[in-house]
T-cell receptor, first 114, second 113 residues
Framework: DAKTTQPTSMDCAEGRAANLPCNHS???????VYWYRQIHSQGPQYIIH???NNETNEMASLIITEDRKSSTLILPHATLRDTAVYYC???????????????FGQGTTLQVKP | NAGVTQTPKFQVLKTGQSMTLQCAQD?????MSWYRQDPGMGLRLIHY???????DQGEVPNGYNVSRSTTEDFPLRLLSAAPSQTSVYFC????????????FGQGTRLTVV
């Protein structure tokens, strides 16, 4: 599984877009990019995932560069409830012995400020 | 819809005691896994299972045993608890395939004194 690199912490003003970067320069062609977040000490919560196209759902958008070596999670209008640790994870895809493993790094602590 | 249920939520053990952390899911997911999270750290994978009767080691398996006799349950056993095993333990489950999300339980806070 490819490793990811994220900034340790970021701040964002309430109501503004939060852009969380992730580097995954060793990602292979069949690995997906996943984002999870963990609020306080709760169990992690799935946000979004993608392979090579940009993705959007009700929570966030995921922008993946054309070379797939980095991505950005965008929370369009951050609220105080979005304060959490955000984890970027790469995970094997179909036909690659996918075992369902998610290997977490240290993540980015996002602090949304009023 | 219960999702992933972990019991107990809190536990205090004495060094050398044994116990089992329970994890049950009602979504018929093939994949289940156990993580531990130490203060200020990310989650580390202990053991995982791709289906009933199949388990494998993760990043930090020492001191823990698992078994998967049914699809629904994936218990984690501490054979002889040590203070270094003081942590928050999370269980997760997900369906097969790459485009799937994992569902996590709310965690078990374990203190070994």
């Amino acid at each position: 599984d490819a490793k990811t690199t994220q900034p340790t912490s970021m701040d964002c003003a309430e109501g503004r877009a939060a852009n969380l970067p992730c580097n995954h320069s060793t990602i292979s062609g069949n690995e997906y990019v996943y984002w999870y977040r963990q609020i306080h000490s709760q169990g992690p919560q799935y946000i979004i995932h993608g392979l090579k196209n940009n993705e959007t759902n009700e929570m966030a958008s995921l922008i993946i560069t054309e070379d797939r070596k980095s991505s950005t999670l965008i929370l369009p209008h951050a609220t105080l409830r979005d304060t959490a640790v955000y984890y970027c994870i790469v995970r094997l895809g179909v036909g690659s012995g996918n075992t369902g493993k998610l290997i977490f790094g240290q993540g980015t602590t996002l602090q949304v400020k009023p | 819809n219960a999702g992933v249920t972990q019991t107990p939520k809190f536990q205090v053990l004495k060094t050398g005691q044994s116990m089992t952390l329970q994890c049950a899911q009602d979504m018929n997911h093939e994949y289940m896994s156990w993580y531990r999270q130490d203060p200020g750290m990310g989650l580390r994978l202990i053991h995982y299972s791709v289906g009933a009767g199949i388990t494998d080691q993760g990043e930090v398996p020492n001191g823990y045993n698992v078994s998967r006799s049914t699809t629904e349950d994936f218990p984690l056993r501490l054979l002889s608890a040590a203070p270094s095993q003081t942590s928050v333990y999370f269980c997760a489950s997900s369906p097969a395939g790459p485009r799937t999300e994992a569902f996590f339980g709310q965690g078990t806070r374990l203190t070994v004194v």
